[in-house]
């Protein structure tokens, strides 16, 4: 199949975190699987632009990519992106879009409809009413009122990467005609290590609010002998008021504020932490915990991440309440038993051998882009 997926921003942009891997992870894996894909994204990366070519296609493992500039880097709106959306759509079997409320996705519903070709909708999390009154909540319903509604009920289909993100999407009352569950994936590590450093706590990814990052340091006067690293970007510069809630905490000294890792990096701290943490308010799926599982490292997340059921179900860690002494008490357990540990790992490893490899992934989506394909629910514009 002719496949084009349509993503606001796109590698080596990483800003915004698991969204854009898991789209790439998706695509290289279509294309083992023989299939042509074209992205069409913008070089938008924050408030700069990523150092790379516009105007003409670079291939990335496989994946045909077309960076647009923006000319409203907010929207990310493209002019050039329009021109190539209705010169080229009509050529696709079908377009995949990922994230809403951004103009990308509207242009390019806009466009596959006037040539109907059908087209697939991911919110990519985007969809929390909790996260929605949270931040911009006028112009959020606005949008979703007089763009949004449309672009889901002319949709063939809509792709969630997990039942409750489906629930929230119903929660906002939006227009569902058909839709599938289809995970993130992740490419399986080799485990280099089992050696664990003792006490360890591990919470990785981008420090933003909803992580749920105060939650682990409200636990940490609970936890005695236990140690935080946190790892990943500040997009809110939100580190100042963590450092300073862990003062009034005392246990400034058992926090630490590592930074942006990837890489090798990242991989030693998968391999080494004795426990990932993740208490979010809202985590549509929770790629962090796919990489914790594939390195064997024990997991205890809230009711609110959108694997919890997965890891309560395969024995893999532990979902708890995000309260202080609730997740102190789930820390401790975890932590204080090595035994249980050991087989937390090897059932999350297990898991994600059997159910979260990209290929696999891609399978699925590959049987779901061949069940909609042909079929456009829209009229034209």
Same mark, same amino acid.
């Given at each position: 199949?002719?496949?084009?997926?349509?993503?606001?921003?796109?590698?080596?942009?990483?800003?915004?975190?698991?969204?854009?891997? #898991?789209?790439?992870?998706?695509?290289?894996?279509?294309?083992?699987?023989?299939?042509?894909?074209?992205?069409?994204?913008?070089?938008?990366?924050?408030?700069?632009?990523?150092?790379?070519?516009?105007?003409?296609?670079?291939?990335?493992?496989?994946?045909?990519?077309?960076?647009?500039?923006?000319?409203?880097?907010?929207?990310?709106?493209?002019?050039?992106?329009?021109?190539? =959306?209705?010169?080229?759509?009509?050529?696709?079997?079908?377009?995949?879009?990922?994230?809403?409320?951004?103009?990308?996705?509207?242009? #390019?519903?806009?466009?596959?409809?006037?040539?109907?070709?059908?087209?697939?909708?991911?919110?990519?999390?985007?969809?929390?009413?909790?996260?929605?009154?949270?931040?911009?909540?006028?112009?959020?319903?606005?949008?979703?009122?007089?763009?949004?509604?449309?672009?889901?009920?002319?949709?063939?289909?809509?792709?969630?990467?997990?039942?409750?993100?489906?629930?929230?999407?119903?929660?906002?009352?939006?227009?569902?005609?058909?839709?599938?569950?289809?995970?993130?994936?992740?490419?399986?590590?080799?485990?280099?290590?089992?050696?664990?450093?003792?006490?360890?706590?591990?919470?990785?990814?981008?420090?933003?609010?909803?992580?749920?990052?105060?939650?682990?340091?409200?636990?940490?006067?609970?936890?005695?002998?236990?140690?935080?690293?946190?790892?990943?970007?500040?997009?809110?510069?939100?580190?100042?008021?963590?450092?300073?809630?862990?003062?009034?905490?005392?246990?400034?000294?058992?926090?630490?504020?590592?930074?942006?890792?990837?890489?090798?990096?990242?991989?030693?701290?998968?391999?080494?932490?004795? #426990? =990932?943490?993740?208490?979010?308010?809202?985590?549509?799926?929770?790629?962090?915990?796919?990489?914790?599982?594939?390195?064997?490292?024990?997991?205890?997340?809230?009711?609110?991440?959108? =694997?919890?059921?997965?890891?309560?179900?395969?024995?893999?860690?532990?979902?708890?309440?995000?309260?202080?002494?609730?997740?102190?008490?789930?820390?401790?357990?975890?932590?204080?038993?090595?035994?249980?540990?050991?087989?937390?790992?090897?059932?999350?490893?297990?898991?994600?051998?059997?159910?979260?490899?990209?290929?696999?992934?891609?399978?699925?989506?590959? #049987?779901?882009?061949?069940?909609?394909?042909?079929?456009?629910?829209?009229?034209?514009?």
């Amino acid at each position: 199949m002719r496949l084009l997926h349509v993503v606001p921003t796109y590698l080596p942009a990483t800003r915004y975190g698991g969204p854009i891997y #898991a789209v790439h992870g998706l695509c290289r894996a279509l294309v083992r699987r023989g299939h042509q894909v074209d992205v069409f994204t913008t070089n938008v990366d924050g408030a700069h632009n990523s150092d790379v070519p516009t105007g003409v296609a670079v291939n990335m493992d496989g994946v045909s990519v077309h960076y647009f500039p923006s000319t409203l880097r907010r929207l990310y709106v493209s002019p050039q992106m329009r021109a190539a =959306l209705a010169k080229s759509v009509g050529q696709y079997d079908a377009v995949h879009l990922h994230s809403i409320f951004l103009w990308p996705t509207y242009a #390019a519903a806009r466009a596959a409809r006037k040539e109907g070709v059908a087209y697939v909708v991911s919110p990519r999390g985007m969809l929390v009413p909790e996260l929605v009154a949270q931040k911009s909540r006028f112009a959020k319903m606005l949008w979703i009122r007089a763009i949004e509604r449309r672009t889901f009920a002319q949709a063939a289909a809509i792709h969630f990467t997990a039942n409750s993100e489906r629930d929230d999407a119903r929660r906002m009352s939006m227009p569902i005609p058909d839709s599938f569950v289809v995970p993130n994936g992740i490419d399986l590590p080799q485990i280099t290590t089992t050696a664990r450093l003792p006490g360890t706590l591990l919470c990785l990814g981008r420090i933003n609010w909803k992580k749920g990052l105060d939650r682990v340091i409200d636990a940490m006067p609970h936890l005695h002998g236990a140690h935080v690293i946190i790892a990943g970007n500040d997009e809110e510069e939100l580190t100042p008021k963590l450092r300073a809630q862990a003062e009034r905490n005392g246990v400034a000294d058992r926090i630490e504020f590592r930074g942006p890792v990837s890489g090798e990096a990242k991989e030693v701290l998968l391999q080494t932490s004795t #426990a =990932l943490v993740l208490p979010s308010h809202s985590e549509n799926f929770g790629n962090v915990v796919l990489e914790a599982m594939a390195a064997a490292m024990p997991v205890i997340v809230s009711p609110e991440v959108g =694997l919890a059921n997965d890891v309560a179900q395969s024995g893999a860690g532990l979902v708890t309440s995000s309260a202080p002494e609730s997740l102190a008490e789930a820390i401790r357990k975890v932590l204080g038993d090595s035994a249980l540990r050991a087989e937390m790992g090897r059932r999350g490893r297990q898991l994600v051998e059997e159910q979260f490899t990209w290929d696999h992934v891609a399978e699925l989506m590959e #049987a779901q882009y061949e069940r909609i394909s042909g079929r456009a629910r829209a009229t034209p514009l």
